[in-house]
């Protein structure tokens, strides 16, 4: 691929509005910017969507940081690759780590297809022009939550996922569900729930959510198709599926009717790939899950998400959800509950330099 020199950077925002689980409150994000130059100076751009600490994953930004200046950049350097689809394997002699690989495998899928002169969403076979746009509020405060909606649904987001825990769940999605009685509504309960509180879940069969996403240990399978068996509701999993055999094994054993992709969990986009072409084969639908990130990895979830699998709203929703001012240009916006895939080469966007600069707090170039 001809790669002169990768830039890491680290950038630090603050959210508009805090973004809470059950496991803790997320008020400021970090994340590494990935540049992989050319001989021509063809720049590919990927995103790190570790957090600052091991809350969702193992990862984090350090942790992020070190795999890719000390392993996976000098694997890049050392053997070089034809295309981006051979990143995945040249990385294989690193265990896991799969935020870190995808942070530099989707900066080589970008300049990939920059190299070509095609957009990113035609090079991995997507076929959609624009892609419906779902939000996820994160308030456990009720009448908050409801206002949050009513202001989101106004701006035509087509699909609202929230998140619950068994100290704030029935009530609150059965008042969400009276207010908003023809809600696409669906719940994200990241591994609050064991089996035991099967009947608590199931008490949230009446309230027609699409799903709900991981209500059991973020690294199980088995208990989840036992739980599976006995709700109504689909289950989606999120944590649990970091591998294709994770996503394969978990279909065979029934543990869920619903994949939620992210990019940075499995790996890169050529993983993200082969889920969706599996789940596509076993009619599983999917959807492309969200990180709170930056409008690089914003806009390779839109090029992934236009794929022909992707047939449910994904948690992708425009840079103004969470900063007042993106690192791309133009900024990701959503219109009438749609984002647009672009037309242009690669992702579609450009760094802000501006704005890179004023949030970088860290940055380092590897030459090759
Ligand atoms: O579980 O899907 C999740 C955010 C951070 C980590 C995990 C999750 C989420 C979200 C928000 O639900 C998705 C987004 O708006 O980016
Ligand atoms: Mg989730």
């Given at each position: 691929?001809?790669?002169?020199s990768?830039?890491?950077?680290v950038?630090?925002?603050?959210?508009k509005?805090?973004?809470?689980?059950?496991?803790?409150s997320?008020?400021?994000?970090?994340a590494?910017?990935?540049?992989?130059?050319d001989?021509?100076?063809i720049?590919?751009?990927?995103?790190g969507?570790?957090?600052?600490?091991?809350?969702?994953?193992?990862e984090t930004v350090?942790t992020?940081?070190h795999v890719?200046?000390?392993?996976?950049?000098?694997?890049l350097?050392?053997k070089?690759?034809?295309?981006?689809?051979?990143?995945f394997?040249?990385?294989?002699?690193v265990?896991?780590?799969?935020?870190?690989?995808?942070?530099i495998?989707?900066?080589?899928?970008?300049?990939?297809?920059?190299?070509?002169?095609?957009?990113l969403a035609k090079?991995?076979?997507?076929?959609?022009?624009?892609?419906?746009?779902?939000?996820?509020?994160?308030?456990p405060d009720?009448?908050?939550?409801?206002?949050?909606?009513?202001?989101?649904?106004?701006?035509?987001?087509k699909r609202?996922?929230v998140?619950?825990s068994?100290?704030?769940?029935?009530?609150?999605?059965?008042?969400?569900?009276?207010?908003?009685?023809?809600?696409?509504?669906?719940?994200?309960?990241?591994?609050?729930?064991?089996?035991e509180?099967?009947?608590?879940?199931?008490?949230?069969d009446e309230?027609g959510l699409?799903?709900i996403?991981?209500?059991?240990?973020?690294d199980?399978?088995v208990?989840h198709?036992?739980?599976?068996?006995?709700i109504?509701?689909?289950?989606?999993?999120?944590?649990s599926?970091?591998?294709?055999?994770?996503?394969?094994?978990?279909?065979?054993?029934?543990?869920c009717k619903?994949i939620n992709?992210?990019i940075g969990?499995v790996?890169?986009?050529?993983?993200?790939?082969?889920?969706?072409?599996?789940?596509?084969?076993q009619?599983i639908?999917?959807?492309?899950g969200?990180?709170?990130e930056?409008?690089?990895?914003?806009?390779?979830?839109?090029?992934l998400?236009?794929?022909?699998g992707?047939?449910?709203?994904?948690?992708?929703?425009?840079?103004?959800r969470?900063?007042?001012?993106?690192?791309?240009?133009?900024?990701?916006?959503?219109?009438n509950?749609?984002?647009?895939?672009?037309?242009r080469?690669?992702i579609?966007?450009?760094?802000n330099?501006?704005?890179?600069?004023?949030?970088?707090?860290?940055?380092?170039?590897?030459?090759f």
């Amino acid at each position: 691929m001809n790669i002169k020199s990768v830039k890491l950077s680290v950038v630090k925002m603050p959210l508009k509005h805090a973004f809470t689980t059950h496991l803790g409150s997320v008020t400021e994000r970090e994340a590494i910017i990935v540049e992989a130059e050319d001989q021509n100076g063809i720049l590919g751009l990927g995103e790190g969507v570790a957090f600052s600490s091991p809350w969702y994953t193992e990862e984090t930004v350090r942790t992020s940081w070190h795999v890719l200046k000390d392993f996976l950049v000098p694997l890049l350097k050392e053997k070089g690759i034809s295309h981006p689809d051979e990143a995945f394997g040249l990385f294989r002699s690193v265990r896991r780590n799969h935020m870190a690989k995808a942070a530099i495998e989707t900066a080589l899928w970008d300049l990939q297809a920059k190299q070509e002169g095609i957009p990113l969403a035609k090079l991995i076979g997507g076929t959609m022009d624009s892609i419906p746009s779902g939000i996820v509020v994160g308030n456990p405060d009720l009448a908050e939550a409801i206002k949050q909606i009513e202001g989101y649904l106004d701006r035509g987001y087509k699909r609202v996922k929230v998140k619950i825990s068994p100290e704030n769940d029935i009530q609150y999605i059965g008042e969400i569900r009276r207010r908003f009685p023809n809600l696409a509504l669906m719940a994200d309960a990241n591994s609050a729930y064991s089996l035991e509180d099967a009947d608590r879940l199931k008490a949230l069969d009446e309230y027609g959510l699409l799903m709900i996403e991981q209500p059991l240990e973020y690294d199980d399978i088995v208990d989840h198709a036992k739980l599976q068996s006995q709700i109504a509701t689909p289950i989606c999993l999120d944590e649990s599926i970091v591998t294709f055999d994770d996503a394969r094994k978990a279909v065979e054993l029934g543990s869920c009717k619903v994949i939620n992709i992210k990019i940075g969990r499995v790996g890169g986009i050529g993983e993200a790939k082969r889920i969706h072409d599996f789940c596509a084969s076993q009619r599983i639908p999917v959807w492309a899950g969200g990180m709170i990130e930056f409008g690089v990895s914003r806009a390779h979830n839109i090029a992934l998400a236009s794929m022909p699998g992707f047939t449910i709203p994904g948690d992708i929703s425009g840079s103004d959800r969470y900063w007042e001012e993106d690192i791309i240009q133009p900024e990701i916006k959503v219109l009438n509950g749609s984002i647009k895939v672009p037309d242009r080469p690669g992702i579609g966007f450009e760094l802000n330099r501006k704005r890179l600069s004023e949030v970088t707090i860290f940055e380092e170039i590897i030459h090759f």
